[in-house]
């Protein structure tokens, strides 16, 4: 229930946001996967993410801090993807907030073969 809610808090939020023109759209394309194999991905941020969701089972995503050589945390978003059930040309967004209440949207492409 809990993530139903920031799921349409999310959604509302992005298209305030939009309207602002302070939303972030990031692609990254993952290449050719194979059909039983999970697609991992990671990308680090230096603003700080408060929350990580996306809007389908088929991706697990998460955000951890981790602590290079400097004192300034850095904020890694890990994302997998289950390819089962999909074929061809696939499109999913994983939607990012950051602490100023940004919306970033990470839309990974793949294609499964």
Known sequence: MRKLILLILL??????????????????????????????YRHEFHEEIVNVTSLCECIKAHVYK????????????????????????????VLLLDSKGNLITLRLKMFVE
């Open 66 to 93: 981790k602590y290079d050589h400097s004192t300034e945390p850095i904020y890694v978003v890990s994302i997998e993807f289950e390819p089962s059930g999909y074929n061809g040309e696939v499109s999913q967004d």
């Open 11 to 40: 959604v509302c939020s992005s298209s305030l946001v939009y309207a602002k023109g302070m939303d972030r759209l990031m692609e990254f394309d993952l290449g050719k996967i194979p059909p039983h194999k999970t697609a991992s």
